[in-house]
Every structure is written in structure tokens, then in C-alpha cells.
């Protein structure tokens, strides 16, 4: 990796106090006047400044050699060094006025979005939205970094499960059995199936009867489009406001008129949805859990059953389809995956079918023990 990357303002400062010759560096998002105090006869040398704040008496110490994409003024920032979190996209809401969601930086950039075009044609704002999506998928390596890769397990599902649902419980002891088992459970961090994801990773460690009691209060909202369904997570959230658990949760500006989940700790949003489909199954390495859904679900099981046939990641990893009865017969795709299979029309496809929480987690860590061995 030829470019190292300074993210925050205690790297710039440890950077600059360490040396003076500055070579091959990569700053994102920093206001270097934070560190004006030790800037003294530093130079800079094939170096890359995103969306930074130069103090003019430092301009002489960057070569002509380095590059500096200025701050483009937008309701985004295009330079993000650091995954959303529920903090930053709610920021501005507030609890028992649900009208507040106007004021919050998730609904600003939607609206933004939806004025500008789905299919934008301005290019200052094509632009940007390609330098947000390459800053958000920047930021999220980093942070799995920090997990094995055969770890990250997601859980595809449809946005419109209601909380009431049994596999809407069924998915929360799912992803809180397998976080507590050391995996990363990623969703496309919306409502749903997907928010079910994070409620599961969020309550890990915790009692099952806390958990429970956190179900009793989101059925008072059982549906995304209830005025009080981000009000029920967050009393939710206050009421058990700490984890020592992340998630990751993957949503996409494209499906804005459905919020992301405040109980993903890590949020990684994308304006291209192509993008963000595609990353998701790619780095989902420890394999993917197919609840109940619909067209964007089955989209998103042949997406993922084309990555594992042609091993564009290097192997195949588990398709795990929860709920026979839906995918043998209500949506038939399982039977029609394993025809395929069988028939060798799709090859490297580790294809499996349950009805319980315990066979869906016995099934992912039976793949991650057998790689290990």
C-alpha cells in the first residue's frame, strides 16, 4: 500500500512531531490549523490532501507533486474519513416528535438526492456522489479490517417483515448466537429482515429476556412506514444504550424513503445502489443468510450465486436459505438453485435450507471450523 492514511487530527499531530520529511501520505478530512501549534519545517512529497483545510502559511512546504482535492459544498461531505453512525445521520431527531426526521442529516441528503436526480446529470454532483461512495467503501475497509474475513456474515431479508413477525424474533437469535460466536453480522441496514440483523448483534451478551422485552416495545411500531418506529428503537436504545458488540449496516440513499436502523453500530451509505449491492455479497466471505423476501432478495441471491460460481473472491462461501417452506414453495428459488447445481449449470455453490435458528448458525460456523482445520 503505497499511501498511508491520516484520518483524524491525533494521526496528523503524532505524524508530524515524528517527522519532518512527509512522503506518500494520504489526509482525509483534516483541518491542519488543528496542529498549526508544531508545523514548522515539515515538508510535504507525493502526498494527497481530501477535502482538508490548508492554512496558507503551510502552502510553501507542499510540493508540486502532491495533489489536493479542495472541500466541495454539499450536503455531504465527499471526503468522509469515518463510517455513519446513528448519531450522524439522526443527528437533529428528536424522541415523541417524529416530524423532527426533516431536520436530520439521513432525510437533508435524501432530499438532495431525490431533487438532484436519481440519475443525476450535473457533473459536479455525479462527481461527488462517486467521491462519497469511494470515501464510504474507503472507511469500511478499515474498519473489517479488523475481523477475519471468514467472519462477516450477512443476512439478506425483506424490508417489509413487520416486528411482530416470528422471523423477525427468529433473525434476532440468529445474529445475536453468531455475533457472540465472533462474526460480523452486515444487513442493507434498513427496516425489516435488516434491522432485525442489528436488534440480534446489539443485544449479544445480554439475556434473552431483555431481549424480549426490547421486542415488546418495537411491535408498538411493527411497521418502518409507523410514525413511531425510529421512537421505539431509540427508547429501545435508551433503555439498553450499550453494546460491546458491532454490526455493520449497508443502506443506500437510492431506497431513502426507508431509514437505516439505529441499531447498526457501523454505517456505511451509499448513493449508488450497484455499488453497495455488489460490495455487500463480496465481502460477506463467511457467507449469507436468506430470510424472506422479495424481488430485491432473489436479486440479490443470483448476484451472490454468480460471485460464488465463477470464486471472484477466491472460494465459495454458504448460501444459507431460512424458512423452507417460503423458498421451496412461496418463492421457489432454492429448488430451483440446487436443479442448477446438481446439473453443474452453477458450480461452488455450498447451498442449504433450515427452519431453526440453531441449524442456520450450525451450518455458517460448520463452513468457518472446516477452514480453519
Known sequence: MKYREIENTEQLIELLTRQQFIESYAFQHIDFSQADHILSNHTFSDCIFLGCTLPERIRHS??????????????????????YTKETLYHGYKTGKPETYNNTSDKIIYEHFIRNGK??????ETLTRRLHDHAVTDAMFDFLSGYEERKLVAIMG???????????????????????????????????????????????????????HALEILTQAPDYRHPLWLDTAF?????????????????TWLYGHEPPTPFATHIAKYFANSVREEGLLAIAKGGVIYAP??????????????????LSFGYASPMVFFNRNFWAYEA??????????????????????HDSCDGVVAEIMAFTNKVQQ
Open 62 to 83: 507542499i510540493k508540486d507533486n502532491c495533489i489536493e482535492f479542495p472541500m466541495i459544498e454539499m450536503p455531504f461531505n465527499p471526503f468522509l474519513n469515518k463510517l
Open 119 to 124: 440519475e443525476a446529470s450535473d457533473i459536479k
Open 158 to 212: 425483506g424490508h417489509s417483515l413487520l416486528r411482530n413477525d416470528s422471523n423477525y424474533l427468529e433473525i434476532t437469535k440468529i445474529s445475536k448466537k453468531l455475533t457472540e460466536n465472533g462474526y460480523l453480522m452486515i444487513s442493507g441496514g434498513g427496516p425489516g429482515a435488516m434491522e432485525a440483523t442489528h436488534v440480534g448483534a446489539w443485544f449479544s451478551g445480554k439475556k434473552t429476556s431483555e431481549l424480549h
Open 235 to 251: 427508547e429501545v436504545l435508551s433503555k439498553f444504550p450499550h453494546s460491546n458488540y458491532n454490526s455493520l449496516g449497508i443502506p
Open 293 to 310: 423476501g422479495s424481488a430485491g432478495t432473489i436479486q440479490e441471491i443470483f448476484q451472490d450465486a454468480t460471485q460464488n460460481h465463477y
Open 332 to 353: 421457489p428459488i432454492y429448488p430451483l438453485l440446487k436443479h442448477l447445481s446438481d446439473t453443474k449449470k452453477y458450480n461452488n455453490l455450498l447451498l442449504s435450507s
